[in-house]
């Protein structure tokens, strides 16, 4: 899930990196690139936000509840609920302003043309994040009790405490009003060549904003408003403030093509993985909570290479399953060619650098075959081993062919199978059925769907650890530590641990203690 929101909200602003407004861009269709992938970046983050708007007024039992049910206290999976929407209100106003903080000198192209392009941009991030953060707070204060409730500290969501306070602050002020007023004096001169959708959401996001009563600035001239745009924006609201913003914006540009865990510790991985493999990643540059709360956002599926797998599932009961399937002499190879044969011929071909594919997993681009060099290339890696058969395993690898090529869910809904998340693929490949033991995986609410977490399972790990319902066991964990620029083999303590960790982890983080006196990782109730 994680990466597919880093991939195409900043393919341009923290992949491909940017390059000041005042420099010229190597070529122009560089430029276009870049444009256009953050404007894309913008209306994803809008549409964000807009789901999250639109559920909070769909739950007026929470959001607006009647007299009596005022009186009572919410329960905690209440309270979940609407930290869920508001987890969502945080990170797509985040992305908002990490694409603005990459166009914020729009005035210093020479270009007309790159000059109200950038500007559209970034007028059309400010706007969205404005009015939509009105219209949640409108909401929200229908019920007195939310002001109290997400100023709460859900660290295992991301949430630190006290945001909502200094969310209302930084849009319910005279500061915001003025840099919308500005921002409207500005667009009537820098108006011309915007993109068609930006216009759109520029012109919808502006007129409600009026409607609502707000940026009754006073009349400025385009020289007054650059100097009012310069001055204010960007407002951080995150824990440690100004330290956070940057991470989130900046650190992939800071260590560009870098990744905590190096290449010998993915081949390293790659020696003790075997298919059906759980892997659970964290790319500390992305916005990582983009979309999904906690610590772990993404999670992808080990397949292996057709050799891992023929050595893997030759056992009896394996051979067995996959006659009845059909194939009479009980080769997984053959059947997998036989039911999916584009699957299979694109899990063959080698990706970049000649490595094979090995990993399935759900990402921008869709349902996809991807090595461990490039689904490895991460901060920090949990691996789990499913305590199943390998003749179940081989289903689940089975199933996860099949939803090879179908597109990445921005909706994050489990009841289709036409799209997927990260999890929902994991979540639907070892999902019991008759003559298969399968997983059974938590699942929560988020704005109004059922959705399983890569967050919650691990959490649902390490609540399990040492029971007779453990349905996984520990492989390892390969801990990121931004301040020393590498990650380090931990213990399954601390990956039982680690979805507890906040969002700004990295910022706040101390090595374990266990690491520290140099002790090896021990193992664990639930240990292979």
Not at 16 to 45: E, W
Request: aromatic share 10%; glycine share 8%.
């Amino acid at each position: 899930m994680q990466r597919a929101f880093a991939q195409i909200l900043f393919f341009a602003l923290l992949i491909c990196g940017f390059m000041a407004p005042g420099v010229q861009a190597a070529t122009d269709a560089g430029f276009r690139q870049r444009l256009a992938a953050d404007s894309r970046a913008c209306i994803i983050a809008r549409d964000g936000l807009k789901r999250a708007v639109d559920f909070a007024g769909s739950r007026q039992d929470l959001f607006a509840p009647d007299r009596e049910k005022k009186k009572g206290l919410m329960t905690r999976r209440e309270k979940l609920i609407i930290w869920s929407a508001w987890s969502s209100v945080l990170d797509s106003q985040a992305a908002l302003d990490a694409i603005r903080g990459r166009w914020k000198d729009f005035s210093l192209f020479r270009e007309k043309e790159r000059r109200n392009a950038s500007f559209a941009l970034n007028n059309a991030c400010f706007l969205a994040g404005y009015r939509h953060a009105l219209e949640f707070i409108a909401l929200s204060d229908k019920n007195p009790a939310l002001d109290t409730i997400l100023d709460e500290a859900v660290p295992e969501l991301g949430l630190p405490a006290g945001t909502y306070g200094r969310f209302k602050f930084r849009f319910l002020n005279v500061a915001a009003a003025t840099e919308f007023s500005a921002l409207q004096a500005i667009d009537k001169g820098y108006a011309d060549g915007t993109n068609k959708e930006l216009r759109r959401a520029i012109e919808d996001d502006g007129r409600v904003i009026w409607q609502m009563g707000k940026g009754k600035g006073h009349a400025l001239t385009v020289k007054n408003a650059l100097a009012v745009v310069k001055k204010g924006a960007f407002t951080a609201w995150f824990p440690l403030q100004k330290n956070v913003s940057e991470w989130m914006g900046d650190t992939k540009v800071r260590r560009k093509g870098a990744h905590l865990i190096s290449g010998e510790q993915i081949a390293s991985m790659g020696k003790r993985l075997q298919p059906g493999d759980i892997l659970f990643e964290r790319h500390e540059w992305y916005l990582s909570n983009m979309g999904l709360p906690g610590f772990w956002t993404h999670v992808a599926m080990f397949v292996g290479t057709p050799a891992e797998r023929r050595a893997f599932f030759s056992d009896p009961e394996t051979t067995a399953w996959v006659k009845r399937e059909g194939v009479a002499d009980g080769n997984l190879e053959k059947l997998l060619r036989k039911r999916f044969p584009n699957a299979y011929a694109t899990g063959m071909t080698p990706l970049e650098d000649g490595h094979p594919p090995r990993v399935l997993e759900a990402i921008s681009e869709g349902v996809s075959f991807t090595s461990l060099e490039f689904s490895g290339a991460a901060d920090s890696i949990g691996v789990l081993r499913p305590r199943l058969s390998r003749r179940d395993k081989a289903e689940a690898v089975m199933r996860a062919f099949r939803y090879s090529g179908r597109p990445y869910d921005f909706n994050f809904d489990f009841q289709t199978d036409s799209s997927l998340v990260c999890s929902e693929l994991v979540y639907k490949a070892y999902e019991p059925a008759p003559g298969m033991r399968g997983l059974r995986f938590p699942l929560s609410e988020i704005m109004g769907r059922r959705v399983s977490t890569p967050n919650n399972m691990v959490r649902q790990f390490d609540e399990q650890n040492g029971s007779r319902e453990a349905q996984t066991d520990f492989v390892l964990f390969l801990d990121g530590f931004e301040k020393e620029k590498r990650a380090v083999e931990s213990t399954p303590v601390e990956f039982r641990k680690s979805w507890t960790r906040p969002n700004w982890h990295i910022l706040i983080q101390d090595a374990p203690r266990e690491i520290k006196a140099g002790k090896q990782p021990e193992r664990d109730a639930n240990g292979p």
